[in-house]
């Protein structure tokens, strides 16, 4: 895990909103099992999923909480499995010792299944009146999925957000009579900006991405999420010369298919323009073919993206053309 300044992790907005997820939980959880539940102040660092587990070799329980309406993406929270068996057994009235008996063999039957299930749809529901309170835009948050796993299940389990990159709250969790446990939620870093127009890290170039398709513009934005790129985008031709005319845009991600006037064409266009025909252009397309990779680049692309492409494969054609930074002059 890389670890950093809360300062840089946590804008104000940010920070207030984690503050009062953190609370709410706390507290309703408390009236939810009869017993006080609690989660301390959390330490804060930016890491994938893949490297929380990688680091760790515990038993865990999933919950994780889908966003829909005006966001988009999911909240993983992972507690040890321990503790959910803890919770389920609360929630079913189970006498202390059968519920110590459970904990040390880890043992998740049906009823505690159901159990911890119910919780988590509490708890999402939770998370859900927090975030319509705070955010600016409507949200709907909702349990997407809740599950036990441990490390070689976990990629399977987690497959989609996996690898990408949150910002990590990692607290104890305390519940009365019982030893302390672990506590861990993820806000995903793409979210940052989208909720409150924050950002993680400063942004020294601009990106502009062309494309028509809104999940691919999500997709990227996503894998830049955690870099000096921000992202701007644009749908067609003219969106993106408005962008090329307001904004200094250091690198052009450009689809070939694309409404109105197709990504080729647009390319020319931008080349033989005086004060954009210097930006580094590389292209992208799910189908590409050998006359269209030819033609873009005698269009004047620099370069070519074959959809999908993983964040790795983004990151090494970007690095390529990204501003280098000038040296000092010493005259």
């Known amino acids: 895990m890389t670890e950093s300044p809360e300062t840089n992790l946590c804008p104000p907005r940010l920070k207030e909103l984690m503050d009062n997820t953190i609370n709410k939980l706390s507290n309703d959880c408390t009236s939810l099992l009869g017993k006080n539940f609690g989660i301390t102040k959390p330490i804060i660092e930016i890491t994938t999923l893949k490297e929380f587990i990688n680091s760790n070799e515990e038993n865990y329980f999933l919950i994780k909480t889908g966003l829909e ?41 049906t009823d505690c299944t159901d159990a911890i299930t119910e919780f988590s749809r509490q708890f999402s529901g939770i998370i859900d009146s927090v975030f319509r309170n705070k955010l600016p835009k409507p949200v709907h948050a909702k349990l997407s999925l809740c599950t036990a796993f441990h490390k070689d299940n976990a990629k399977e389990i987690l497959h989609d957000i996996f690898s990408d ?23 995903p870093i793409e979210s940052v900006e989208e909720f409150f127009g924050e950002t993680v890290h400063a942004k020294s170039a601009n990106i502009l991405v062309t494309d028509d398709s809104s999940t691919d513009i999500r997709v990227i934005k996503r894998y830049l999420s ?39 064409e647009i390319c020319r266009n931008i ?26 680049l005698k269009a004047g692309a620099r370069d070519f993206l074959v959809k999908p492409f993983n964040k790795e494969r983004l990151l090494q054609k970007i690095d390529k053309y990204k501003p280098k930074k000038k040296l000092a002059a010493l005259f």
């Open 271 to 296: 080349k033989k323009t005086p004060y954009t025909k210097g930006i580094p252009l590389i292209m992208m397309s799910g189908k590409p073919t050998h006359e269209t990779v030819i033609e873009s």
């Open 69 to 109: 309406d005006s966001y988009d993406g999911y909240i993983p929270s992972i507690i040890q499995l321990r503790d959910a068996i803890k919770i389920s057994c609360v929630l079913l009235g189970f006498e202390e010792k059968d519920i110590k008996e459970r904990i040390h063999k880890e043992h998740l039957d």
């Open 165 to 187: 990159e949150f910002i990590s709250l990692s607290s104890l969790l305390l519940i009365q009579g019982f030893d302390t446990g672990k506590f861990n939620m993820f806000f």
């Open 226 to 264: 955690n870099t000096p790129f921000r992202v701007i985008t644009a749908h067609n031709a003219n969106e993106t010369f408005a962008v090329l005319q307001r904004e200094k845009i250091q690198l052009i991600l450009l689809d070939c298919i694309l409404p109105e006037q197709s990504g080729i």
